[in-house]
């Protein structure tokens, strides 16, 4: 079905860009999950010569948000977003690329999938690969192969993005539930969607740095008072806890 | 976008098939073409055969071409498929309006077989444009100009060639040349104001709209995601500089629209040999223009992924 339906449930990740440390571990475990899964293999050539290149379900992309004193170091995993309008799906001739109805993961069928690249060009967010060796586009699969895996513990059915990440930055659920832990972290940090603009509708949502000590904060901490002012002491630190 | 060679000839090519397709269908429907039936088979089977070329091509940019007829099957939602299904079903009428034209038939039924013909051609050629101006995140390629320009330059490419068979075959028709001059005029207007489209406007995707993070001020990369080049960036990363685009627009005016305005201009000027010189020049270099004008909505068109690999804007 290559046409908008609405899923029942809307399966997806919520990703913490202030716990988010950078360690890429998220990246590895996707690329050997899915490298002996699914999707294996995933291509990576030259792996230890010049220009190595591969296709990676996972990337981690660090932004510096703001200027001088009050910016801020934002490390930034992206992965496909299971979007509830992905043209991605929209675009595909063969009906190759769909969204699951019964949980809305997006996917690429690779038995019938002709590479013929146009969905990564309808993906704004750059979700989808071409796997040379194969011919096909390869993406996230939200690791279908463990979530509903019945030969895994039911505490490793989780995608082995989330199940890795040592900030616990990765979080993992229906986003169609509001009682769901992810709909509550959603609407505890104001969670947002990636250019909104767009109209995707993605179903990821992100959770935005939290405005930290001094170091978030837009305002300049109170300048310290003279100390040939002649207030009491006990009134300066006074004023200076209420002005903060 | 990297400006992959396969599509750029099927383009190319298949547009001056399907503007040769069309108008051999209107005029000869009008009366306006001679009735020599070889020059009709001829003509036709010239823009068949630039047309499969071109389609033929473009399964060259397929990562699994043995697998290319199910791409007819999603017609219901993928331009992309609308345009494989589209430029099979010309085959039809083309095929029709060859074998009535060649079998001297009766004016109605080689007129009806040839303005389905022309319709099918022109349905083609927009489900062609439509596969790109419905991508989102290609601003350059979301809007209006991009269909309109791909009509004007499949109708101009298909007057050029129509006017040097013409006169290939002894058959001038004065007319033709004016509507060639005219067709090649408006294709010039619409393809400046498509680029002037892309020169002076911006995509409302930002690095702030893409990461959320527009809040605390400007959004720039820090650090990329991996140090060498992948997919995305091989395929959407392609950048070309202002100055080499604007070279390229002057060469792609010069050989797709002056010259041949030009030799068309002159084939209603000069007779016999010089005309027919003349004419038969336009088409290669009416070609060769459109490469590169082909090239460089490729190489100029930005993708939104690139903000997230640095770039400012899209």
């Known amino acids: 079905m290559t046409s908008y339906l609405v899923s029942r449930k809307k399966l997806g990740l919520v990703i913490d860009l202030d ?208 100390a040939e002012n002649g207030v009491h002491p006990v009134l300066r630190w006074l004023d200076r806890v209420l002005s903060r | 976008m990297h400006p992959a060679l396969s599509v750029i000839v099927f383009t190319t090519a298949s547009g001056a098939g399907y503007g040769l397709l069309a108008l051999l269908g209107l005029l000869s429907s009008a009366s306006w073409l001679p009735a020599d039936r070889w020059l009709g088979v001829s003509a036709i089977a010239i823009a068949l055969t630039l047309i499969t070329g071109g389609l033929l091509a473009s399964t060259a940019h397929l990562g699994r071409p043995e697998r290319a007829w199910r791409a007819f099957s999603q017609w219901r939602s993928s331009w992309l498929s609308r345009e494989g299904v589209m430029s099979l079903l010309s085959y039809v009428p083309a095929l029709a309006f060859a074998g009535l034209w060649f079998a001297g038939s009766g004016g109605a039924a080689v007129a009806v077989a040839g303005l389905a013909t022309t319709l099918l051609a022109i349905a083609t050629v927009y489900c062609t444009a439509m596969i790109y101006a419905s991508l989102k995140p290609i601003h350059q390629w979301h809007n209006a100009w991009v269909p309109a320009g791909y009509l004007a330059l499949s109708l101009m490419s298909g007057a050029v060639w129509l006017n040097a068979l013409l006169l290939t075959w002894g058959a001038q028709r004065p007319a033709i040349a004016v509507l060639a001059a005219a067709a090649i005029v408006l294709a010039w207007w619409v393809k400046l104001r498509a680029w002037r489209y892309v020169d002076t406007t911006r995509s409302p995707s930002t690095p702030e709209s893409a990461t959320g993070l527009g809040s605390r001020g400007k959004v720039r990369l820090f650090e990329a995601p991996h140090t060498e080049d992948n997919y995305l960036l091989q395929e959407m990363g392609y950048r070309i500089a202002r100055k080499h685009a604007a070279k390229l627009r002057r060469i792609a005016v010069a050989l797709a629209f002056v010259a041949p305005l030009v030799l068309t201009v002159l084939t209603l000027a000069v007779d016999g040999a010089a005309a027919f010189v003349a004419a038969a020049l336009a088409v290669p270099l009416v070609m060769i223009g459109l490469l590169v004008e082909r090239w460089l909505f490729f190489a100029e068109a930005k993708h939104t992924v690139t903000l997230y690999y640095g770039a400012e804007t899209v």
């Open chain 1, 19 to 226: 716990t988010c440390v950078g360690c890429h571990a998220c990246a590895v475990n996707c690329k050997e999950w899915n490298t002996g899964g699914h999707s294996a293999p995933l291509p990576d050539h030259n792996p230890y010569a010049a220009h190595t290149s591969g296709v990676w379900f996972n990337r981690i992309h660090t932004f510096e948000a703001g200027e001088g004193e009050s910016s801020r170091t934002v490390h930034f995993p992206k992965s496909c977003l299971h979007c509830e309008q992905p043209a991605c799906v929209e675009v595909c001739p063969t009906g190759a690329s769909y969204k699951r109805e019964e949980d809305g993961i997006v996917l690429v069928n690779a038995d019938t999938c002709i590479g013929c690249k146009l969905c990564s060009w309808a993906c704004p967010y750059g979700a989808r690969e071409f796997d040379d060796d194969a011919g096909v586009m390869k993406k996230c699969t939200l690791c279908i192969d463990r979530i509903y895996n019945e030969n895994l513990a039911e505490a490793e059915r989780i995608p082995a993005c989330v199940a890795t990440c040592p900030a616990q930055a990765r979080h993992f659920g229906d986003l169609a539930d509001p009682a769901s832990e992810v709909s509550m972290l959603v609407a505890a940090r104001g969670g947002y969607d990636l250019m909104p603009e767009l109209g995707y509708k993605p179903v990821n949502k992100y959770l935005p740095p939290r405005a930290g000590r001094g170091g978030g904060s837009a305002a300049a901490p109170p300048p310290l008072p003279a």
